[in-house]
């Protein structure tokens, strides 16, 4: 198999992605399927149905779109974090009182988080599933607020004031039960081995554009003009390999296109750069590639 192009290539591409790509669901597999069923419906308020395959698909409100679809395999070795593979897969909720909500639902079932951030383009909010899989629970803020200095957008990780967050509640008479109509994914965050290389399949590729360099150890790309769709870091993953066959996390993601036009001129981008490319596993019409971590992307139509 040939390599992927350069990094200097990725950044003096003239092929990008279509500017309405966004990222879609995320496969994962767990090793308790009740135990995580629990967690998704009480904790995070998504809604469950059970797939003829025997996973579990999650969906928010009256939406009906799979969020996340959980694979159980009680024999799967466990969540490996020095492994190439899932950070975390970041819900987005359509308004500040959504995440504020979304977090009361947290603290009413007595779940820890991992963190709360202020990234200045968005509030969030961090946790674990009982596997150890990473969930960013988050809003953003307006894009008339977002900064910029020298063309690159500003990002930072400070702390998130959650007392101000909940705040949102107070004139509130109604409970939110679960996440409403209007969560999606909003951005995937990965775990590489090396960015460079990384660099050169999501940029010079797929077309992703470069928005963050200025995270020592990681890189964030986004189609449009979004803060991030991909965020990617060598954190705890430099020099590293994926998980063994099979094991807890991530199984693969979608990257979705607006038609069938956008997917073929990613495809045919792939196809020059000598990468594999196989039907996805129960996904119609959708291809199956794999980044220089072995991170499986899922490429379809929306």
Same mark, same amino acid.
């Given at each position: 198999?040939?390599?992927?192009?350069?990094?200097?290539?990725?950044?003096?591409?003239?092929?990008?992605?279509?500017?309405?790509?966004?990222?879609?669901?995320?496969?994962?597999?767990?090793?308790?399927?009740?135990?995580?069923?629990?967690?998704?419906?009480?904790?995070?308020?998504?809604?469950?149905?059970? @797939?003829?395959?025997? *996973?579990?698909? $999650?969906?928010?409100? =009256?939406?009906? &779109? +799979?969020?996340?679809?959980?694979? !159980?395999? %009680?024999?799967?070795?466990? @969540?490996?974090?020095? *492994?190439?593979? $899932?950070?975390?897969? =970041?819900?987005? &909720? +359509?308004?500040?009182?959504?995440? !504020?909500? %979304?977090?009361?639902?947290?603290?009413?079932?007595?779940?820890?988080?991992?963190?709360?951030?202020?990234?200045?383009?968005?509030?969030?909010?961090?946790?674990?599933?009982?596997?150890?899989?990473?969930?960013?629970?988050?809003?953003?803020?307006?894009?008339?607020?977002?900064?910029?200095?020298?063309?690159?957008?500003?990002?930072?990780?400070?702390?998130?004031?959650?007392?101000?967050?909940?705040?949102?509640?107070?004139?509130?008479?109604?409970?939110?039960?679960?996440?409403?109509?209007?969560?999606?994914?909003?951005?995937?965050?990965?775990?590489?081995?090396?960015?460079?290389?990384?660099?050169?399949?999501?940029?010079?590729?797929?077309?992703?554009?470069?928005?963050?360099?200025?995270?020592?150890?990681?890189?964030?790309?986004?189609?449009?003009?979004?803060?991030?769709?991909?965020?990617?870091?060598?954190?705890?993953?430099?020099?590293?390999?994926?998980?063994?066959?099979?094991?807890?996390?991530?199984?693969?993601?979608?990257?979705?296109?607006?038609?069938?036009?956008?997917?073929?001129?990613?495809?045919?981008?792939?196809?020059?750069?000598?990468?594999?490319?196989?039907?996805?596993?129960?996904?119609?019409?959708?291809?199956?590639?794999?980044?220089?971590?072995?991170?499986?992307?899922?490429?379809?139509?929306?």
């Amino acid at each position: 198999m040939s390599s992927p192009m350069t990094t200097d290539q990725a950044r003096g591409r003239s092929a990008a992605i279509a500017p309405e790509a966004t990222v879609g669901t995320v496969r994962l597999t767990v090793s308790d399927l009740a135990r995580s069923r629990a967690f998704y419906e009480q904790v995070l308020g998504l809604r469950a149905a059970e @797939l003829e395959s025997g *996973a579990l698909s $999650l969906s928010a409100g =009256a939406d009906g &779109f +799979p969020l996340v679809e959980l694979h !159980a395999d %009680a024999s799967a070795p466990a @969540l490996d974090r020095r *492994a190439t593979g $899932l950070y975390h897969l =970041a819900l987005l &909720f +359509p308004s500040r009182r959504d995440l !504020a909500f %979304a977090l009361g639902r947290v603290a009413q079932a007595r779940w820890p988080l991992d963190g709360a951030s202020d990234h200045l383009v968005s509030e969030a909010l961090y946790l674990s599933d009982p596997d150890g899989n990473g969930i960013e629970l988050y809003r953003d803020r307006p894009r008339s607020e977002w900064r910029y200095d020298g063309g690159e957008l500003q990002m930072s990780t400070l702390p998130l004031d959650l007392e101000n967050l909940l705040d949102e509640l107070r004139s509130e008479t109604d409970w939110q039960p679960a996440a409403p109509t209007g969560t999606r994914m909003g951005h995937v965050h990965l775990q590489v081995s090396d960015l460079a290389a990384t660099e050169a399949f999501y940029a010079g590729v797929l077309g992703f554009d470069v928005v963050v360099r200025g995270y020592p150890g990681a890189l964030f790309v986004s189609a449009g003009g979004y803060h991030h769709h991909l965020g990617l870091n060598t954190w705890h993953s430099r020099g590293s390999g994926p998980a063994a066959p099979g094991a807890v996390g991530l199984r693969s993601y979608d990257v979705v296109l607006p038609d069938a036009p956008a997917l073929e001129a990613v495809l045919e981008r792939v196809r020059a750069g000598g990468l594999p490319v196989e039907p996805a596993p129960d996904v119609a019409g959708a291809a199956l590639v794999r980044d220089p971590s072995g991170n499986g992307v899922v490429l379809r139509v929306g």
